[in-house]
């Protein structure tokens, strides 16, 4: 199993960014994938899950109708659009996958630095 | 939905076992049942360590175990190795909800 984010970076407040994230390694298309997020010297936040066949997704309350979580199937590609950015998600954002019995995520990419500052 | 809540810091010697519990696992909002575990050395991706409250993924040392009472589950770890030293976090997730959440994270220091 191998998942790569990308798309980080610098961005200003009230901007938008997408990040990216592919998958390989495994049946992409059945499993459920979520973003997670850390800020600088804090702990673990969930920030989005969406279902395998992209039928349900769902958020976390502090990013609840600025960010979405998409995927391409085809593509083995995960991405989250963040919108009206605040410098409270400055973050490492985590692409991680489902694990069978769904209440774990059993593999992590390496992370993606996403910067919001002016 | 607020956080799971861990202590911030555990330590201990080698060779010595530690428990880190995790409460705030309630059956409000739809019943947060499931139970993992995570490691993360500094600057690297959390690892899965426990999953559905106290099975371990291959490859992962029998030295760690858990187990879950009521509103608290609890990770121990046995035969402490300087390479335990790491933050480990608790995380749930309601079905019913479709959410997952967060403990705080532990920091766990091999003296």
């Known amino acids: 199993v191998k998942i790569v984010e990308s798309g980080g970076g610098v961005v200003q407040p009230g901007r938008s960014l997408r990040l990216s994230c592919a998958a390989s390694?495994?049946?992409?298309?059945?499993?459920?994938m979520h973003w997670v997020r850390q800020a600088p010297g804090k702990g673990l936040e969930w920030v989005a899950v969406i279902s395998h066949d992209e039928s349900e997704t769902n958020y976390g309350d502090s990013v609840k109708g600025r960010f979405t979580i998409s995927r391409d199937n085809a593509k083995k590609t995960l991405y989250l659009q963040m919108n009206s950015l605040k410098t409270d998600d400055t973050a490492v954002y985590y692409c991680?996958?489902?694990?069978?019995?769904?209440?774990?995520?059993?593999?992590w990419g390496q992370g993606t630095l996403v910067t919001v500052s002016s | 939905h607020s956080a799971l809540t861990q202590p911030a810091s555990v330590s201990g010697s080698p060779g010595q076992s530690i428990t880190i519990s995790c409460t705030g696992i309630?059956?409000?909002?739809?019943?947060?049942?499931?139970v993992s575990w995570y490691q993360q050395h500094p600057d690297k991706a959390p690892k899965l360590i426990i999953f559905?409250?106290?099975s371990r993924p291959l490859g992962v040392s029998s030295r760690f175990s858990a187990s879950k009472s009521d509103n608290t589950a609890s990770l121990t770890i046995s035969g402490l190795q300087s390479e335990d030293e790491a933050h480990y976090y608790c995380?749930?997730?309601?079905?019913?909800?479709?959410?997952?959440?967060f403990g705080g994270g532990t920091k766990l220091t091999v003296l």
């Open positions: 309630t059956s409000d909002f739809g019943g947060y049942k499931y």
């Open positions: 995380s749930s997730y309601s079905s019913s909800l479709t959410l997952w959440v």
């Open positions: 390694g495994f049946t992409f298309s059945n499993y459920g």
């Open positions: 991680a996958k489902q694990g069978a019995l769904a209440g774990d995520l059993d593999y």
């Open positions: 559905d409250v106290n």
